[in-house]
């Protein structure tokens, strides 16, 4: 990956930065150090060449599957876990079970793309997903802790049910989390339509309003000082 060998973000940010060491001192300091080179975060269109042409558009979109079907920690802990081989096996399971009998849920299961699925099933060695999105280790997130207070997915991540490819939709910096810590309104809505990413509260004057009643109602204040996101 050429993006590797860019190094101009940490020279800008440089100032701001040396300020923020002389603060934090220590240990903790050279944990920052490390991590503000990494490219991942700022990579927005960020698509590595996955071991299985897996489709959110197809699975998602098409097949109306939730998110939460295949991601099922998203709303429980801070990580939303890439699903296990079991999940998949749901359906591309393999066309005959253990004692010969053929499987009514094999779809595709000859299908060249599923091999990697096939063998990480046989041998219990989970599939090597690349992983796409990626904050700094000196950055604490949470997926319930936005999930459960009713900002959506798409948010965050885009349109995945429309992408063939999942790709990182936004720049995740640090301005991107206080732009929507500062001011939350126009991505709250109804907790139940968190993974429904074509849903939409009708205008922007809708969602306004919709989201300062919410806000109001569940009295949803998201923080600002440092301490909540670099503990
Ligand atoms: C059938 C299972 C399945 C469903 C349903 C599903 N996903 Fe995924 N998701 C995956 C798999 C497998 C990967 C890893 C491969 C890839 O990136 O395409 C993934 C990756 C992702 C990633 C990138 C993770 C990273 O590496 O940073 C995001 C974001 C994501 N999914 C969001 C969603 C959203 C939002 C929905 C609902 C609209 C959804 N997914 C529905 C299986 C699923
Ligand atoms: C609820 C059932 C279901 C689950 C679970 C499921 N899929 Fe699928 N998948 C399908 C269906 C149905 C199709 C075929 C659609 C078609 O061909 O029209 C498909 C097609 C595919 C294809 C295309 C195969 C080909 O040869 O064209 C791939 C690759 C794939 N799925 C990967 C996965 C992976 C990886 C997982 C787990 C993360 C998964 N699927 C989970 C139902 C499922
Ligand atoms: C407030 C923004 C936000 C929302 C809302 C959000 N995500 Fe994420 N997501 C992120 C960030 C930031 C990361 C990178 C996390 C990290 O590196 O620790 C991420 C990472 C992921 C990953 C990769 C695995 C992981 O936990 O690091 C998956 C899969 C994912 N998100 C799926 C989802 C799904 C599905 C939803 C909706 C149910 C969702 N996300 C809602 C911001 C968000
Ligand atoms: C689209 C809006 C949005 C974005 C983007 C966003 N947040 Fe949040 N965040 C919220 C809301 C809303 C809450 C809930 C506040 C509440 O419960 O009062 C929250 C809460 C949190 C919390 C508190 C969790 C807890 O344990 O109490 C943390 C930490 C956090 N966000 C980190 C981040 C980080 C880091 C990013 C950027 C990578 C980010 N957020 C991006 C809206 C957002
Ligand atoms: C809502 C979450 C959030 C809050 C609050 C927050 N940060 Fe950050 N911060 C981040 C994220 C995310 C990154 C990583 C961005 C990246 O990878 O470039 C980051 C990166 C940094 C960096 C590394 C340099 C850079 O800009 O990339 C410094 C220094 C920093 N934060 C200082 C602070 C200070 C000082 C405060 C309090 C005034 C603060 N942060 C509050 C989320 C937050």
Redesign the pocket.
């Known amino acids: 990956m050429s993006q590797r060998f860019l190094f101009p973000r940490w020279t800008n940010k440089f100032l701001a930065l040396l300020g923020f060491l002389i603060l934090a001192g220590g240990a903790y300091a050279s944990v920052l150090f490390l991590g503000v080179t990494s490219p991942e ?1 700022l990579n927005t269109g960020y698509r590595p060449l996955q071991p299985i042409p897996f489709s959110h558009a197809l699975h998602a979109g098409e097949l109306k599957m939730d ?2 079907y ?2 099922v ?3 429980k802990s ?5 699903p296990a081989t079991q999940t998949c096996i749901n359906c591309h399971s393999p066309k005959t079970g253990a004692n010969g009998a053929p499987k009514l849920s094999a779809i595709h299961s000859e299908s060249p793309k599923l091999k990697p699925l096939r063998e990480s099933w046989r041998t219990g060695e989970s599939v090597d997903w690349v ?5 700094p280790d000196y ?1 604490y ?1 949470n ?1 319930s802790a ?2 459960n207070r009713g ?7 885009g349109r ?1 049910d429309q992408m063939e490819v999942v790709h990182q939709a ?1 720049n ?1 910096s640090m301005a991107w ?1 206080l732009d ?1 810590h500062r001011n939350p309104e126009p ?1 709250l809505r109804p907790v139940d339509q ?2 429904n990413l074509a849903w939409t509260a009708g205008g922007e004057k809708e969602q306004l309003e919709l989201g300062k009643k919410l806000r109001a109602e569940n009295n949803i204040n998201p923080q600002t000082n440092c301490a909540v996101c670099h503990r």
């Open positions: 975060t998110c939460k295949c991601h920690s998203v709303d801070a990580h939303s876990q890439i992983r796409i999105h990626r904050l950055v997130f997926h936005h999930v900002v959506s997915c798409v948010s965050c991540h995945v936004k995740q989390c929507c991505h968190v993974t």
